[in-house]
Nanobody, 122 residues
Framework: QVQLVESGGGLVQAGASLRLSCAAS??????MGWFRQAPGEGRAFVAAINWSGSSTYYADSVKGRFTISRDNAKNTVYLQMNSLKPEDAAVYYCAVQIKSWGTIVSDGYKYWGQGTQVTVSS
């Protein structure tokens, strides 16, 4: 069993940066992903990282602005978000990838955290 706790969200102006954290308990050497969900929308893939941190992939909408990383010694996955836009506003979730590498659909992930709110003002 894995428990995930996200943190680091907040209210920022467009163009600012935030770093989200996802702290894991239990067995943690999994591929991990970040998703986001805006009001009235489904959960959308943002980024994923493999268990060692050597491989990553991103949604086109965040490529070049967001960076996913991990520190396995701290059992933590990060999402560095730069040049934030109002359309990045959402609740951000981390989860364990349970299907093949490259999965971007939410049912390919499990053990969702409670989420952290990101609000971007224009």
């Amino acid at each position: 069993q894995v428990q995930l706790v996200e943190s680091g969200g907040g209210l920022v102006q467009a163009g600012a940066s935030l770093r989200l954290s996802c702290a894991a308990s239990g067995r943690t050497f999994y591929n991990m992903g970040w998703f986001r969900q805006a009001p009235g929308e489904g959960r959308a893939f943002v980024a994923a990282i493999n268990w060692s941190g050597s491989s990553t992939y991103y949604a086109d909408s965040v490529k070049g602005r967001f960076t996913i990383s991990r520190d396995n010694a701290k059992n933590t996955v990060y999402l560095q978000m730069n040049s934030l836009k109002p359309e990045d506003a959402a609740v951000y979730y981390c989860a364990v990838q349970i299907k093949s590498w490259g999965t971007i659909v939410s049912d390919g992930y499990k053990y969702w955290g409670q989420g952290t709110q990101v609000t971007v003002s224009s």
